[in-house]
């Protein structure tokens, strides 16, 4: 793993995820070998990368963390390799509860972070799709941050990045790196996905990265791909296709800095006034 304090590498592993869990961390391991080759520092997947995306198949797939077969995996390739391992989502079980769960491991292999999607995807787009996650999975209710050598960085999971409070509280908290596994579909994608990852990074100026599964047009559901980094300006710095395929992108904290100077937001925010509006639902 190379490092600079100012500068590294990411990686984004937008992987073609099969109906068979050992074949899907094979692939896994393949393409993050992959990417560190290209020398990235920190390597994130996609959302449900070790199971087929639907509710008809997390409680089949899913795992106890750490003990579970896939975050021993993770911890596994991430020592091996030396880097930064975010482990997009997997099924999570917890006694009779299921969540939607990202892990996050370091260089040495040990568990860093263990975050629970927040916002539940439960959506009806009459005509066009109807999905309701939370007829099995429960939500988390923690925001979680990991610390590198390079940043701070703040995990969400696909439709957090829908609500700008948690991108806001990230940035309040001092990551400069926000990465989403995520698996918005053929409707949502091409309508909210970029313009999100824009919104959340110019909003908060920070880089967002948006790493999604490849697309497979035989699914239950079909994703819409486009892995995507955004910079601090809010301008996508580079995106992949529907394909299988890694995304790489040197993340510059320098350059993050300029853009802080030249619009100083941060020291321009009226917290004063912002308390006393509240938020209705």
Same mark, same amino acid.
């Given at each position: 793993?190379?490092?600079?304090?100012?500068?590294?590498?990411?990686?984004?592993?937008?992987?073609?995820?099969?109906?068979?869990?050992?074949?899907?961390?094979?692939?896994?391991?393949?393409?993050?070998?992959?990417?560190?080759?290209?020398?990235?520092?920190?390597?994130?997947?996609?959302?449900?990368?070790?199971?087929?995306?639907?509710?008809?198949?997390?409680?089949?797939?899913?795992?106890?963390?750490?003990?579970?077969?896939?975050?021993?995996?993770? +911890?596994?390739? !991430? @020592?091996?390799?030396? #880097?930064? %391992?975010?482990?997009?989502?997997? *099924?999570?079980?917890?006694?009779? /509860?299921?969540?939607?769960?990202?892990?996050?491991?370091?260089?040495?292999? +040990?568990?860093? !972070? @263990?975050?629970?999607? #927040?916002? %539940?995807?439960?959506?009806?787009? *009459?005509?066009?799709?109807?999905? /309701?996650?939370?007829?099995?999975?429960?939500?988390?209710?923690?925001?979680?941050?990991?610390?590198?050598?390079?940043?701070? #960085?703040? %995990?969400?999971?696909?439709?957090?990045?829908?609500?700008?409070?948690?991108?806001?509280?990230?940035?309040?908290?001092?990551?400069?790196?926000?990465?989403?596994?995520?698996?918005?579909?053929?409707?949502?994608?091409?309508?909210?996905?970029?313009?999100?990852?824009?919104?959340?990074?110019?909003?908060?100026?920070?880089?967002?990265?948006?790493?999604?599964?490849?697309?497979?047009?035989?699914?239950?559901?079909?994703?819409?791909?486009?892995?995507?980094?955004?910079?601090?300006?809010?301008?996508?710095?580079?995106?992949?296709?529907?394909?299988?395929?890694?995304?790489?992108?040197?993340?510059?904290?320098?350059?993050?800095?300029?853009?802080?100077?030249?619009?100083?937001?941060?020291?321009?925010?009226?917290?004063?006034?912002?308390?006393?509006?509240?938020?209705?639902?």
């Amino acid at each position: 793993m190379e490092m600079s304090s100012r500068k590294f590498t990411l990686a984004l592993v937008q992987m073609l995820v099969g109906t068979n869990k050992a074949e899907n961390l094979k692939k896994a391991e393949h393409l993050i070998e992959k990417a560190v080759s290209k020398k990235a520092a920190v390597v994130a997947l996609g959302e449900c990368f070790n199971s087929p995306y639907g509710t008809p198949n997390f409680a089949q797939y899913a795992e106890k963390v750490p003990e579970g077969e896939t975050v021993r995996f993770l +911890s596994e390739v !991430a @020592k091996k390799h030396g #880097i930064y %391992l975010i482990g997009g989502s997997i *099924p999570e079980v917890e006694g009779s /509860k299921l969540y939607n769960t990202c892990t996050v491991h370091g260089p040495d292999g +040990s568990l860093l !972070a @263990k975050y629970r999607k #927040i916002h %539940l995807f439960d959506i009806n787009v *009459p005509g066009r799709i109807v999905f /309701k996650e939370s007829d099995i999975f429960n939500a988390g209710n923690q925001l979680v941050t990991f610390e590198t050598p390079f940043c701070k #960085i703040g %995990l969400g999971i696909c439709y957090d990045i829908r609500f700008a409070e948690l991108a806001q509280l990230y940035s309040a908290k001092g990551c400069n790196l926000l990465i989403y596994p995520g698996a918005f579909n053929l409707t949502t994608g091409p309508a909210h996905w970029e313009l999100l990852a824009r919104s959340r990074a110019v909003d908060n100026q920070v880089y967002v990265a948006t790493v999604s599964i490849a697309r497979n047009e035989n699914a239950h559901y079909v994703a819409w791909g486009n892995s995507t980094v955004t910079n601090p300006w809010g301008e996508v710095v580079k995106k992949l296709d529907h394909n299988e395929d890694i995304l790489l992108v040197d993340i510059d904290l320098d350059y993050l800095d300029e853009v802080r100077q030249q619009i100083p937001i941060k020291i321009q925010r009226r917290d004063d006034v912002y308390s006393g509006v509240q938020s209705k639902h």
